[in-house]
T-cell receptor, first 111, second 112 residues
Framework: GQSLEQPSEVTAVEGAIVQINCTYQ??????LSWYQQHDGGAPTFLSY????GLEETGRFSSFLSRSDSYGYLLLQELQMKDSASYFC????????????FGSGTQLTVLP | DTAVSQTPKYLVTQMGNDKSIKCEQN?????MYWYKQDSKKFLKIMFS???????INETVPNRFSPKSPDKAHLNLHINSLELGDSAVYFC???????????FGSGTRLTVV
């Protein structure tokens, strides 16, 4: 089976940097993704890492270490609008190749 | 120009009823999905479907059935609704080789 662990809540202030960690277990591995979901909204794709290393997209970066089964999402220059839930997700192999999501991290950005 | 659209947005119904949720994508993606999000925001895969294969999560009751008239549509039919079916249901699509899923705006189902 597949399982992911991420913190349930993170709080930070505007302008700060926050890192949301994710560890996973999966049968086969086809990449780690991150999604953002505002209250009442749909999950929105942020980033995808198939290989080790850091991927940067504007204020957001995502990191993957396959040997450690670990990744993180880094949010810089936090803004109030970044307050949302952030989900890591993995694709496995075979019948597990659909995206399996972690339980989500609620990020609260304070003024 | 909605990429993944699902209807209705809200659905309130009584226990025991049968209901359907429709989903359409105009992205040309080859695979579509249904996810259930419970009150604790946990997103759980229910089905994935492309024109070759339907993959059903083994924990999904057989009261739930996906129906795909063509590759741009994947509807969800639910028989004999139960209180525990109350949740937000998301349709999504993806293209093999591309990283991300595109989600619809969700259908909030309330069973009373």
């Amino acid at each position: 089976g597949q399982s992911l662990e991420q913190p349930s809540e993170v709080t930070a202030v505007e302008g700060a940097i926050v890192q949301i960690n994710c560890t996973y277990q999966t049968s086969g591995f086809y990449g780690l993704s991150w999604y953002q979901q505002h209250d009442g909204g749909a999950p929105t794709f942020l980033s995808y890492n198939a290989l080790d290393g850091l991927e940067e997209t504007g204020r957001f970066s995502s990191f993957l270490s396959r040997s450690d089964s670990y990744g993180y999402l880094l949010l810089q220059e936090l803004q109030m609008k970044d307050s949302a839930s952030y989900f890591c997700a993995v694709r496995g192999s075979g019948s597990a190749r659909q995206l399996t999501f972690g339980s989500g991290t609620q990020l609260t950005v304070l003024p | 120009d909605t990429a993944v659209s699902q209807t209705p947005k809200y659905l309130v119904t009584q226990m025991g009823n049968d209901k359907s949720i429709k989903c359409e994508q105009n992205l040309g993606h080859d695979t579509m999905y249904w996810y259930k999000q419970d009150s604790k925001k946990f997103l759980k895969i229910m089905f994935s479907y492309n024109n070759k294969e339907l993959i059903i999560n083994e924990t999904v009751p057989n009261r739930f059935s996906p129906k795909s008239p063509d590759k741009a549509h994947l509807n969800l039919h639910i028989n004999s609704l139960e209180l525990g079916d109350s949740a937000v249901y998301f349709c999504a699509s993806s293209q093999e080789g591309q990283g991300g899923y595109t989600f619809g705006s969700g259908t909030r189902l309330t069973v009373v």
